[in-house]
């Protein structure tokens, strides 16, 4: 049976703690969530690269969240992990985009040198209308928080994560504004082109479809059309499905057997007493 978020049980539970990378680490996506992470994820599977790292590995493989909330909390206190960290989580990725990776941009850049890094770009009045409007409102929805509580060994891994991940990106999620979230998405990809060599760099917004995409990192354009996916309606009805899934697991699981359980202790007790 697949759990509450749709992965199967042979996917999930692998313990990344002391891996070795086992694939090179050949492209680094590091543009914001929600501009088109979702979509160059497929498009570099297409491409034929193995394992593309994004949020939705994390989904699929929970005690993963751990690690990166042990990344996100040692950047917070100014430690730096290297590169024996970052194979074990990552190790077996060819590439990744997405949080939580782009927390993570400069330390991905240092870590692995020779790949190849796409910044996925998008207007930042539509970027914050699409953040603003799915992963934002999820994050602080507390239908969200509360499937922490009711499935520990998922959600419960998951939500810490992933609200940590928002707030490493745009800062105190209480006091949020449109102008710090568009000034922190500006900042992060003025960043990364300080960083990173023009000939090593591509800025890249999906609509253009597969010709830049392959011609940066000499792969040839399939003839299928570009994948276009987890746009905000798409988004939300994951979210919406994943949370109905737990709670209604919960019900079945607890709330079912604690009333059949104290209907049967009153019935017995009516019986006693000689009520029946």
Same mark, same amino acid.
């Given at each position: 049976?697949?759990?509450? %978020?749709?992965?199967?049980?042979? /996917?999930?539970?692998?313990?990344? !703690?002391g891996? &070795?990378r ?28 193995? +394992? ?17 909330? =042990? ?5 917070e ?7 024996e ?14 949080a939580?990776?782009v927390?993570?941009? +400069?330390?991905? *850049?240092? #870590? ?7 910044l996925?770009?998008? $207007?930042?009045? !539509? ?7 799915? *992963? ?21 891994r ?10 490493? %990106? ?6 949020? #504004?449109? $102008?710090?979230?568009? #000034? ?7 960043? *990364?082109r300080? %960083?990173?060599? &023009? =000939?090593r760099?591509? /800025? ?6 597969? =010709?830049?995409?392959? /011609?940066? %990192? ?6 299928? @059309? ?10 939300? =009805?994951?979210?919406?499905?994943s ?14 057997? @604690?009333?059949v ?5 009153? @019935?017995?007790?009516?019986? #006693?007493?000689?009520?029946?």
């Amino acid at each position: 049976m697949d759990n509450a %978020l749709g992965a199967a049980p042979s /996917e999930m539970w692998v313990d990344r !703690r002391g891996a &070795k990378r086992v694939v090179e680490m050949q492209v680094l996506v590091l543009g914001y969530p929600r501009t088109g992470t979702s979509s160059i994820r497929d498009a570099l599977q297409i491409l034929g690269y193995s +394992e593309v790292h994004h949020m939705l590995s994390a989904f699929v493989n929970p005690p993963e969240a751990e690690m990166w909330l =042990e990344a996100l909390e040692a950047k917070e206190r100014g430690e730096i992990w290297g590169r024996e960290q970052w194979d074990s989580l990552l190790g077996h990725c060819q590439a990744v985009t997405d949080a939580p990776s782009v927390c993570f941009s +400069e330390a991905l *850049i240092a #870590t692995y040198p020779d790949a190849k890094v796409v910044l996925t770009n998008r $207007d930042p009045d !539509r970027w914050w209308g699409s953040f603003s409007t799915t *992963i934002l409102p999820g994050m602080q929805s507390r239908w969200y928080g509360l499937t922490a509580y009711l499935d520990p060994q998922v959600s419960g891994r998951l939500v810490p994560m992933t609200r940590r991940v928002v707030s490493a %990106l745009l800062g105190d999620l209480a006091t949020l #504004t449109e $102008d710090r979230a568009k #000034t922190a998405f500006n900042d992060h990809y003025e960043r *990364i082109r300080a %960083l990173v060599p &023009k =000939e090593r760099l591509l /800025e890249y917004e999906v609509s253009q479809g597969w =010709e830049p995409l392959c /011609e940066f %990192l000499g792969r040839g354009v399939p003839k299928e @059309a570009f994948p276009r996916v987890n746009d905000a309606a798409q988004f939300q =009805e994951r979210l919406d499905q994943s949370i109905r899934s737990i709670v209604a697991t919960f019900v079945v699981r607890k709330v079912v057997p @604690a009333v059949v359980l104290t209907a049967a202790a009153a @019935a017995a007790w009516y019986w #006693t007493q000689g009520r029946f």
